[in-house]
């Protein structure tokens, strides 16, 4: 004769047969209690926030790049650096213009009186030049590093804001079973479901905050080493234009 099939499997199978709880994305959020609702929004604006910065900073960033190829096919073209500057210094903020007006406020306001004669003055003026123009670079990559904490943050803590949502969840689980005295999987998927959810979602936040801050961060950095080549071969052609203002009248005095 066959065997009776025990109760306690009988009461499991008609739990399953009724199990009907909503695991899609929403129905995981509108069943998560207080705690893991808070876990979940947290990390969909930390997602959603990060997708914008890095929107605004993949397009900032190849905005300054094409100006600065604009900008230095200008600056080789062999047009005079006055020419150059009256052109550029009331255009529309731009890093490598920023660098290039500050080295030219600095060098107008040196030679006003005209360019000075002993060397020291020479000297003195090349360093408050490249002082102006490092000045000018920092503030701009300060600019162009604005939002990059926040990826920073995202893609260090979001996967333990994740994980504290999946171990209340778990928690809940075992409440549950503690509460119903039952473990089939109607009372345990629910809580297990939404632990992994809140899992799922930091690790949605948190892997395009780390690829894109680490992107950024190298496009950054190549742009800032951009900017001080530029400024070593500016200082290059004043320098250059000092010493033949030294020889144009070293030569003079030789005539008089």
């Given at each position: 004769?066959?065997?009776?099939?025990?109760?306690?499997?009988?009461?499991?199978?008609?739990?399953?047969?009724?199990?009907?709880?909503?695991?899609?994305?929403?129905?995981?959020?509108?069943?998560?209690?207080?705690?893991?609702?808070?876990?979940?929004?947290?990390?969909?604006?930390?997602?959603?926030?990060?997708?914008?910065?890095i929107f605004s900073k993949r397009s900032n960033l190849k905005r300054v790049n094409r100006k600065a190829n604009i900008f230095e096919d200008s600056f080789w073209s062999g047009e005079p650096l006055d020419k150059i500057y009256q052109r550029v210094k009331n255009s529309k903020p731009d890093p490598i213009l920023a660098t290039f007006s500050a080295?030219?406020?600095?060098?107008?306001?040196?030679?006003?009186?005209?360019?000075?004669?002993?060397?020291?003055?020479?000297?003195?003026?090349?360093?408050?030049?490249e002082r102006a123009m490092n000045v000018a670079i920092g503030r701009e990559i300060n600019a162009l590093e604005r939002g990059m904490t926040f990826l920073a943050s995202v893609g260090?803590?979001?996967?333990?804001?994740?994980?504290?949502?999946?171990?209340?969840?778990?928690?809940?689980?075992?409440?549950?079973?503690?509460?119903t005295n039952n473990t089939s999987l109607a009372v345990v998927a629910p809580g297990i479901a939404e632990a992994l959810f809140a899992t799922a979602l930091g690790l949605v936040a948190a892997i395009?905050?780390?690829?894109a801050y680490n992107v950024f961060s190298s496009g950054i950095n190549s742009y800032a080493d951009r900017l001080e080549a530029f400024t070593d071969e500016f200082m290059a052609i004043l320098s250059r234009h000092l010493d033949s203002q030294d020889g144009e009248a070293s030569g003079r005095r030789a005539a008089e």
């Open positions: 004769m066959p065997e009776a099939v025990p109760a306690a499997a009988v009461e499991t199978v008609e739990n399953l047969g009724g199990y009907d709880a909503d695991l899609s994305m929403i129905g995981l959020f509108l069943e998560a209690d207080l705690i893991v609702k808070a876990v979940m929004m947290i990390l969909m604006m930390a997602s959603l926030w990060s997708w914008t910065i080295g030219m406020e600095e060098w107008q306001a040196g030679v006003a009186g005209g360019i000075p004669a002993k060397e020291s003055l020479h000297t003195s003026l090349r360093q408050r030049v260090s803590t979001a996967p333990f804001i994740g994980l504290f949502g999946t171990v209340w969840g778990i928690m809940n689980s075992f409440s549950s079973i503690a509460a395009p905050a780390v690829v």
